[in-house]
């Protein structure tokens, strides 16, 4: 059997875009069309591959043909490329899983730098680095910047370096809350910052110090730049990257939370896939502690 490329890009674009009256826009062709392709090819595998909600959702043999199809399309490119076709070649999207605080620092940089050369079309989704990888199982993303070492099936892994978090207060919160410095029973009471409910970085700190996190008084920021700001206009204290330290912020004391990053990529021979790689790691190189 064979899984015909066109119907499994019809996949992959319901995926990115959806449902299936947005991904017709993107493919040029009607919403019929389009559901009359997800429907030849459900039975041609015998597996339903997309739940038809709102947005709508993959199951596991959708995924499945969405790796594919993005696979196809990567390698259809650096084909056209090695024959010197670069020009009759349209423009490839990219979609790469990174973390907040990486985005938010270091990420943009090499990214920028690539699309300045490369026709791409980057898609980006943020997560937290210890979920990154999910999005490499599922098909959604062709690597990510994850905090996971051991490898995604099918993937290969790099080291990129740390980055370093350090507990941080804006001064007149340092004063208040803490006047006799960080102790156990100061960090009982005084309000800190959570990305989001997944955060746990914060909570890694205080047990270093002897406080347990829950009853402790906090307020969620689910953004990374939003989150430095949160904490140097004195709303809580909280753990800062290393990268976004200013004069604004005092440290706690206390050891930092180190967290060592992996860039994790389709295990695919792709000229593109790996420069993008490349330009990543050159960067991580430049700002990540090693």
């Known amino acids: 059997m064979k899984i015909d490329p066109e119907l499994a890009s019809t996949v992959a674009a319901v995926a990115d875009e959806g449902t299936l009256d947005a991904a ?59 024959l010197g076709l670069d020009g009759d070649a349209p423009r490839i999207r990219i979609p ?31 997560d937290d680095q210890n979920f990154t990888a999910r999005l490499l199982e599922s098909g959604t993303v062709m690597a990510a910047v994850t905090s996971e070492q051991m490898p995604v099936a099918g993937c290969s892994v790099t080291p990129l370096g740390v980055l370093e ?32 409910r997944r955060d746990t970085l914060q909570h890694e700190w205080l047990r270093t110090r002897g406080v347990a996190a829950q009853g402790v008084p906090r307020h969620y920021v689910p953004a990374s730049h ?24 005092v440290p706690l004391g206390g050891d930092p939370v180190r967290v060592a990053l992996y860039w994790q990529q389709w295990n695919l021979r792709s000229d593109l896939l790996d420069t993008i790689a490349a330009e990543v790691a050159a960067e991580a190189a430049r700002v990540l502690v090693r």
């Open 24 to 82: 017709s826009r993107v493919l040029q062709i009607t919403p019929s069309a389009v559901s009359q392709r997800l429907k030849t090819l459900e039975q041609q595998l015998g597996r339903v591959l997309v739940v038809r909600s709102k947005p709508a959702r993959l199951t596991e043999a959708g995924e499945a043909v969405v790796r594919l199809a993005r696979q196809v399309e990567l390698l259809e490119h650096d084909a056209l490329g090695g």
């Open 96 to 126: 790469l899983a990174v973390n907040a605080d990486s985005m938010a620092t270091w990420f943009l940089r090499p990214i920028a730098r690539l699309s300045a050369v490369h026709d791409i079309d980057v898609d980006l989704h943020r």
């Open 165 to 196: 978090y350090r507990a941080m207060a804006e001064a007149g919160f340092a004063e208040r809350w803490f006047p006799e410095g960080a102790t156990p029973e100061a960090l009982a009471v005084a309000p800190f910052v959570d990305f989001d």
């Open 226 to 249: 939003d989150f430095a700001l949160a904490v140097r206009l004195g709303l809580g204290w909280g753990m800062v990257p290393l990268l976004q330290h200013d004069d604004a912020l």
